[in-house]
């Protein structure tokens, strides 16, 4: 559906800023699909948005749009934003203020040039958007006494009403209140599904898009890391920085023993002792690797347990944090090495216990250093 | 110049008299060269401006007269006498109408067909671009009034004098001559005009004219130490008015005419010629190149006529004609009714003398 | 609903375009535009800087003596002192009333506050030499403020207004209109939030002001100074009206003076120091430009909607109605009451009792008179309509232009401004040049002087528009060309509705200024074509202070009608855009 290939987009640093672009971004997104940008603020994200739209012409790379190319930095074609057939969302929704919230939304259609759309017709798709969204009852309200959450509603709308074939939303819902987020991301989802408009979503909230992403490509400093469904990202991490950025994990180093096969295990001399670990791509003997495990896949025993041998680690709980449903425990190990675990509260550990904890090596996955 | 002049009239008259001869033995009347219109001289010259001014249908004035109390009113009188005529006027300052003037000539595109001012007559006739004509009104004019190579004519004239507050002049205290300005109770209470060549450069280059270099420069530099307040922007007319309203007590150099006619209303300030009086003309020049001649004649006929210098009084300007007297409200500050000596700084010596005036303004009153 | 996306009808997409040149389209076309209009004045200026004037108005040799003058004139130092001191005072006095105004009327609930502008479209429409004389009548010798000292303190003419403070005040409460107006859009259109946010991170409103408002309306308030204080330093009316008569010299006068002897038609070190000019406001300018580099700083105008912020000011709104009064009063009030005397007067003496036994309709029944400006009235405003007509949006295309950087588009800003420093004079003088050797009937046509006036006051119509677009935020036009708008339509329908309070007032003052101005269209305009402006200037010549008082006031009254009809027909735009 959409194909970004080698997309490179450089900006000149200015004095006290960095430089910021994207350097190579390549991608697919297939129809239907919602896929979202991840990372954090400066990665790139918004700009690859930008090249998408037209908003701003990359230095090289392919972009394609239903297999017809929106821009070739080879030929040097540019196919004008205008002519995209792509709606879009802006973070500070961009409604204009000069216009009713009818008016808003119709814009698209009115200075559409390849259909001309009748008068008839133009009422009939906005009150449709309008109802979608849960605006018809405010259309001839003047854009400017929408809240929040109404506003960003009616760029949606705007963005819809002309049936595009690419939806960009731009940090749509970073500018709500915590509750109006969570309702939002629900509708948006759920208007994207009833649609079955092909979406692109940017955002740096990376919950956010694990709630509502089919597909979550992460960048960072202007390249992607890794490119997957939510559960794959989170749980198969393949860079460090995806493994921080998404979620709270674990993180420690070592040596590869023996080569291990892509998907197979393989045991990590680490510096808190020897570590069977889940290898997602092959490596060789000798390989420095670090292994990331999730807080909450590390188990917990008493001292006096029987458990011991692979995978065990012991220390000591220097703080029990309580959160309802989990605990979340600091564990020192042995004064160099910090633990994070969250566990059920109920287990009758609690802060001084000296414990066990066992990393199951299934949990416990390689990525390179 | 002259010499090229002379010729040039020598020609002109060789070519009236090939072409009255030629006239009479074609037995019919043919086109007349404009040179010939403009110095026209038959019996019938009225007639045969006529009759070319209807061909023409149009003439064009640059004129620095006031719209609606003069310009207009001349106008409208033309008009009257020759409806076939259309006039129209455009209206600025001598420096304004020179400027539009010699870029008109320069760029081949001439619009005016006569043109009157204070000084751009003198302009337009030192750039080379004034063609004599003739008029047979100029006769009843004093010589002086009237160039000698025919390049120009007077058409109105201007007294200059101190303008003073009534309220802040006692009768008695009224500087009687130019020494009496020099008296140390004026010092800081007299004004006059810098901006134009009609404000210091005039009152500088009269004296230098009538009293001589030596004595003119001795007298100025007496004068410098009154500390005289340079009046910027803005006319004499403005200045009187500052007179009038107590800001100053004394104005030098203003137009004579000008307090007269605010002490009619009843306002605190009157006119006092000193001796000798500066006079200038504000006059007529026929541009080269015109394009309606007939109608530019007509119109300079008509403006030395006694009806047009008659319109001239009734807008409250001394008319150059000698047999046409001002309004009466004016009428006694012309020096010759008064028995004051006046000096006409004529055009030439007004511009020939500006330039060295000036300086010596700056030299010693800045 | 998945056929809803592939039912979109699939049509051949407009060819694709290849990477644009380094030019866009439009800013070759508006700078072609510009050049025409505007180099021909500014290759006069500097060619008449740079060679010799023949008393016939022709060039003579090359020669660098003007600018040698300009620098070593006796009074060059002390001039340029007495014009630093000028400028910086007279801009000072402009903004801090015009902006204070502006506060008072857009963000608070003081009554009364829609009337200044009222105030100052008054204040606008008096023209400037009758605005500096009626402060001279007011503080004059003969004055009332000194008559009333006179008669309680026994001083004689205690205040003389002959000095730099008089001529800083008058300048300074003369722009004071036009930064008010400016203020005031500025401050209309900057989000509440703004301020909120400060004022809830616990800053005084004068903190939040000094800090925000301020700093989110920077590029408004640069355009000020920059404007105000590049006027001040060409301004030649006041100084030489109120200075000279002081023996108080600024540049401008300085060069007046000192080159007024040497030729009627030489306008050399008036040029020289045009020129001098020039180059500061094309330093000033780039430095200016920066801003738009930043221009996110100041995109107050944003999608989610804004409305100004009105303090209700309880019982202190007394106060600042006061203020108001007292600033209307200062800026507007007195002159005017001055001037509406003074036509009342068969001639004018100072304020004495005697005076007030003489009050005369004479002076309107001689202008309401036959052949008087009823006739050129029409032509005037057409003149000034046309002006601001096209003024306005162009300025408004070329300052989008420049400010979203499309390429080249500097040079539209810095072409528009070159006007700014041109002395009316030169300007008319060039005009006149350009017009009367044109192959096209144009010299001494109303279309011409209308041409001509819209360079003149191209460099206002930028300023206001360059500030009104760095307000408006970025992605308003992204949106717009996402949702499938050309470049043209995100102008019409986008833009230029967001800058309808910047362009309103801008076109107001433009009008205003365009039908006073005198010295540009008196040389222009042709033979039958009658304007205001000669009426204007056969008073100001020779007609009595009275008479030109009584044009002034029946002027006022007519620009007044003109504004209130004009803010009738963009009352909706107005109401919109607050």
């Known amino acids: 559906m959409l194909r970004v290939q080698n997309l490179v987009k450089r900006y000149q640093a200015q004095a006290g800023e960095p430089a910021g672009g994207v350097f190579g971004v390549s991608f697919e997104v297939k129809k239907g699909e919602m896929f979202t940008l991840l990372g954090p603020s400066g990665c790139g994200k918004t700009t690859t948005l930008r090249c998408v739209a037209g908003l701003e012409t990359p230095d090289t790379g392919v972009i394609a749009l239903d297999s017809a190319p929106m821009f070739d930095g080879d030929t040097d074609l540019i196919v004008p934003m205008y002519d995209r057939d792509i709606g879009m969302v802006f973070q500070s929704y961009a409604i204009w203020p000069h216009m009713s919230v009818f008016e808003n939304a119709a814009y698209p259609l009115r200075v559409s040039r390849k259909i001309k759309y009748s008068r008839a017709d133009i009422d009939k798709k906005v009150d449709r958007v309008l109802e979608m969204v849960g605006l018809l009852k405010f259309k001839n309200r003047s854009a400017t006494q929408l809240s929040g959450g109404q506003q960003q509603r009616l760029a949606l709308a705007r963005a819809l009403v002309r049936e595009p074939k690419l939806l960009l939303l731009d940090e749509p819902l970073s500018n709500l209140d915590a509750q109006l987020r969570e309702q939002m991301r629900a509708e948006l989802k759920r208007i994207q599904l009833e649609w079955g408009v092909t979406t692109i979503y940017v955002t740096h909230d990376q919950a956010e898009a694990m709630a509502i992403s089919d597909r979550v490509a992460v960048l960072d400093h202007g390249l992607i890391v890794q490119i997957g469904t939510p559960d794959e990202i989170y749980e198969l991490p393949r860079s460090e920085f995806v493994a921080n950025f998404i979620g709270r994990t674990n993180m420690f180093r070592g040596k590869l023993d023996t080569a291990a096969e892509a998907g197979g295990m393989g045991v990590v001399q680490s510096e808190i002792g020897p570590m069977r670990c889940k290898f997602p791509a092959s490596s060789t003997a000798g390989q420095d690797i670090a292994f990331v495990v999730r807080p909450e896949n590390i188990e917990l025993h008493p001292l006096a347990s029987a458990h011991a041998g692979q995978n065990v680690v012991e220390g000591k709980v220097t703080n029990r944090v309580y959160l309802g449903e989990v605990a979340e425990y600091s564990i020192d190990l042995d004064g160099k090495f910090q633990l994070l675990v969250r566990a059920p509260p109920a287990n009758g550990v609690s802060a001084g216990d000296r414990v066990k904890a066992y990393l199951p090596p299934e949990k416990t996955i390689a990525i390179f250093s | 110049m002259i010499l090229q002049n002379r010729k040039r009239r020598t020609a002109a008259i060789t070519a009236c008299l090939a072409a009255m001869l030629t006239g009479v033995a074609a037995g019919t009347s043919r086109a007349l060269t404009t040179e010939e219109v403009l110095n026209y001289k038959g019996a019938d010259r009225e007639q045969v401006l006529i009759d070319g001014a209807k061909k023409e249908g149009q003439i064009v004035f640059y004129c620095a007269l006031i719209v609606t109390q003069a310009l207009r009113p001349i106008a409208d009188g033309f008009m009257k006498k020759y409806p076939f005529v259309k006039v129209s006027y455009w209206r600025g300052e001598s420096e304004a109408i020179a400027q539009k003037l010699m870029a008109e000539i320069k760029a081949n595109n001439l619009q005016a067909d006569l043109v009157e001012g204070t000084g751009v007559g003198e302009i337009v006739v030192q750039a080379g671009q004034a063609v004599p004509f003739y008029s047979p009104k100029l006769e009843e004019f004093p010589t002086e009034y009237r160039d000698s190579r025919g390049l120009w004519a007077a058409t109105r004239l201007s007294y200059f004098a101190l303008g003073y507050n009534t309220k802040l002049v006692p009768i008695d205290k009224v500087p009687k001559s130019y020494d009496d300005l020099l008296d140390p109770m004026w010092k800081g209470k007299l004004s006059w005009r810098i901006e134009s060549a009609s404000g210091t450069p005039l009152f500088i280059t009269n004296l230098r004219l009538a009293w001589g270099e030596d004595r003119a420069r001795a007298y100025l530099k007496k004068l410098a130490e009154q500390k005289i307040v340079n009046f910027g922007s803005g006319s004499a007319r403005t200045l009187v008015d500052r007179v009038m309203a107590g800001e100053y007590p004394i104005a030098m150099n203003i137009f004579a005419h000008h307090p007269q006619i605010s002490k009619q209303k009843g306002a605190p300030v009157d006119t006092k010629l000193l001796e000798p009086t500066a006079t200038t003309a504000g006059t007529m020049v026929v541009p080269k190149g015109v394009r309606h001649p007939y109608g530019a004649m007509l119109l300079a006929d008509f403006l030395l006529s006694k009806d047009g210098q008659a319109l001239l009084a009734n807008a409250e300007y001394f008319p150059a004609r000698p047999d046409v007297p001002p309004i009466d409200a004016i009428s006694h500050v012309v020096p010759r009714t008064l028995g004051v000596k006046d000096n006409f700084v004529s055009p030439e010596n007004l511009n020939k003398y500006t330039e060295s005036s000036e300086a010596i303004y700056q030299e010693l009153f800045r | ?578």
């Not at chain 3, 007044?560 to 009738?568: E, G, L």
């Open chain 3, 1 to 578: 609903m998945s056929q809803i996306a592939s039912s979109s009808p699939d049509i051949a997409l407009a060819p694709p375009r290849r990477r644009g040149p380094r030019f866009s389209l439009p800013v070759i076309i508006l700078s072609a535009i510009l050049l025409v209009l505007i180099l021909p004045p500014t290759i006069f200026l500097v060619k008449v800087s740079f060679y010799t004037t023949k008393p016939d108005g022709s060039f003579g040799d090359l020669t660098l003596k003007y600018y040698q003058q300009l620098f070593t004139g006796r009074f060059f130092f002390s001039s340029l002192i007495n014009t630093t001191i000028y400028a910086i005072g007279s801009a000072f006095i402009a903004i801090l009333l015009g902006t204070l105004q502006a506060i008072i009327v857009e963000r608070t609930n003081t009554p009364g506050r829609k009337w200044v502008f009222l105030g100052a479209v008054i204040s606008l429409g008096i023209p400037h030499v009758l605005y500096t004389v009626a402060w001279l009548l007011i503080l004059g010798r003969s004055g009332p403020i000194n008559s009333v000292i006179d008669h309680t303190f026994g001083h004689q003419a205690a205040i003389n207004v002959y000095s730099m403070w008089g001529m800083t005040l008058i300048e300074g409460v003369g722009f004071v209109p036009l930064t008010f107006l400016l203020m005031s859009s500025v401050l209309r259109s900057t989000d509440a939030s703004f301020e909120e946010a400060s004022m809830m991170s616990g800053a005084k409103p004068t903190r939040t002001f000094w800090s925000i408002t301020l700093r989110m309306g920077l590029p408004g308030v640069m355009a000020l100074l920059l404007l105000v204080f590049i006027r001040a330093f060409e301004s030649f009316e006041v100084p030489a009206l109120v200075g000279l008569a002081g023996n108080i010299n600024v540049l401008t006068t300085n060069i007046y003076q000192s080159s007024k002897g040497t030729g009627a038609m030489d306008y050399g070190q008036s040029g020289a120091y045009s020129v001098c000019l020039l180059l500061i406001v094309v330093g000033l300018l780039y430095w200016y430009n920066r801003l738009s580099r930043h221009a996110h700083q100041y995109q107050t105008i944003t999608g989610k909607g804004y409305r100004p912020r009105v303090i209700n000011l309880g019982k202190m709104r007394y106060f600042t109605a006061a203020a108001l009064i007292l600033m209307f009063m200062l800026v507007t009030g007195l002159p005017l009451v001055m001037l509406v005397f003074t036509s009342l007067q068969p001639f004018y003496e100072g304020v004495t009792p005697e005076s007030f036994s003489r009050f005369t309709l004479e002076n309107y029944r001689v202008l309401m008179g036959p052949g008087s400006f009823r006739d050129s009235i029409w032509n005037t405003l057409i003149l000034g309509a046309s002006t601001s007509t096209f003024v306005v949006p162009f300025t408004a295309l070329c300052a989008w232009l420049a400010v979203r950087r499309k390429p080249g588009a500097w040079v539209l800003d810095q072409i528009a401004t070159a006007p700014l420093v041109m002395p009316a004079i030169v300007m008319s003088v060039a005009f006149l040049y350009v017009f009367v050797n044109l192959p096209i009937p144009l010299y001494g046509t109303l279309l011409s002087v209308i041409l001509a006036s819209s360079v003149r006051f191209m460099p206002y119509g930028m300023r206001y528009a360059y500030a009104g677009v760095l307000q408006i935020h970025r992605e308003l036009e992204d949106a717009s060309s996402t949702s499938g708008a050309r470049q043209g339509n995100t102008f019409l329908r986008i833009v230029l509705p967001l800058l309808a309070a910047a362009m309103i007032s801008s076109w107001l003052f433009i009008f205003l200024l365009a039908v006073q101005a005198v010295s540009l269209p008196l040389l222009l305009v042709g033979p039958g074509t009658e304007i205001v402006a000669v009426t204007l200037f056969d008073l100001w010549q020779n007609g009595q202070v009275t008479e030109l008082a009584s044009m002034g006031i029946t002027w006022v009254s007519l620009m007044i009608v003109v504004s209130a009809c004009f803010h009738f027909v963009t009352r909706r735009y107005q109401v919109m855009a607050s």
